[in-house]
């Protein structure tokens, strides 16, 4: 096959960005869409509505995906104390802020542009609560594997100037992980992840790379009436708000901005599944329900990474 050599070194993957951006993009071969989900309001935390995008019925179609949240909150509601295990969950504001606070005296606000990386691993419980009035952004769950769900917990914060950005034919791109037209990010994903926020001028179109064998589905942000195509340049349209889900294989992911005079913002997210089966208690993500029952004990007695539960509360 065509290219096969290059497509399986994710590191030379921006060889293939740039010939896409040229003449070669017919030889691009897009996977197609399976399935699109239209991400309904619901309550979460204390008030707060979110949209959710991903939920359990995508978990097996999406590994190591667990959750994507669009969030839209303002004071007092938010997200306060609540406790993770065995995941991360990614952080992207979109606008205002949210605080962030953990039982082990980590504090911060991140704002418009900002990313948060939080691997909860073992054990974090924090609070996440909105800064102004106004506040909106995506909130993604990605699963670690059994060897890595009881590992210390780690941050990775990006300010908005941390984040790698590339503009070109009328596309632009933010690379919150992995790599896109020929930069990459410093995130380091345990689940190897590509996180890419892109916004294509009306009549623009992009062909990424995806490794063949990760599950990707791309989230609507914005998109002017019937400008959304994903797939195949006939394909009809996806409005804001759904998720779209990419079969298998192929050289990645074609995009097309066919409306005249609005652009288009999505973010594509791919990662490398993990293949393991997946037992979730609300904020407890592990393998078995013993693993479930047990974090629930951990969580109750305040052991093996919860030891702070009993006292701490957020400010
Ligand atoms: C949660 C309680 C929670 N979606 N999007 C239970 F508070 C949460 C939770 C969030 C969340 C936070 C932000 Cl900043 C954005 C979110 C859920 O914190 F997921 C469960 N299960
Ligand atoms: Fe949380």
């Known amino acids: 096959m065509r290219a096969n050599s290059i497509r399986g070194l994710f590191s030379f993957g921006f060889i293939r960005n740039i010939k896409s951006m040229s003449s070669s993009s017919q030889n691009f071969v897009s996977r197609s869409v399976i399935k699109k989900v239209f991400a309904k309001l619901q309550k979460e935390g204390d008030g707060a509505v979110v949209r959710r995008g991903i939920s359990r019925s995508e978990q097996k179609l999406l ?101 790698p950005k590339a503009e070109e034919n009328g596309v632009q791109v933010k690379v919150i992980a992995g790599e896109s037209m020929g930069i990459q990010s410093p995130v380091y994903t345990r689940t190897p992840t590509m996180f890419l926020d892109f916004t294509l001028d009306p009549g623009a179109q992009i062909h990424q790379n995806v490794p063949e064998s990760w599950n990707a589905f791309a989230y609507v942000l914005e998109s002017g009436e019937g400008g959304a195509v994903f797939g195949s340049s006939n394909s009809s349209p996806v409005s804001a708000h759904n998720v779209v889900v990419f079969g298998p294989g192929n050289d990645g992911v074609s995009v097309w901005n066919k409306s005249p005079s609005k652009k288009l913002r999505f973010v594509l997210i791919a990662g490398e599944p993990i293949g393991e089966p997946v037992v979730q208690y609300g904020p407890f993500v592990m393998n078995t329900q013993a693993e479930i029952d047990m974090t629930i004990e951990d969580y109750h007695y305040g052991r093996n990474g919860f030891e702070m539960a009993k006292y701490w509360r957020s400010q």
């Open 63 to 163: 590994d190591p995906f667990l959750m994507l949240d669009e969030f839209s909150v303002s004071s007092p509601a938010g997200f306060p104390d609540h406790p993770h295990r065995g995941f991360e969950t990614v952080t992207y504001v979109l606008e205002g802020g949210i605080t962030h606070q953990d039982f082990k005296g980590h504090k911060g606000t991140i704002y418009a542009g900002d990313v948060q990386w939080m691997t909860a691993g073992r054990g974090i419980i924090h609070s996440e609560m909105p800064e102004e009035e106004v506040n909106k952004g995506l909130q993604l769950w990605i699963n670690l594997s059994s060897n890595e769900k009881m590992i210390e917990p780690n941050y990775q914060e990006l300010s908005n100037s941390d984040i």
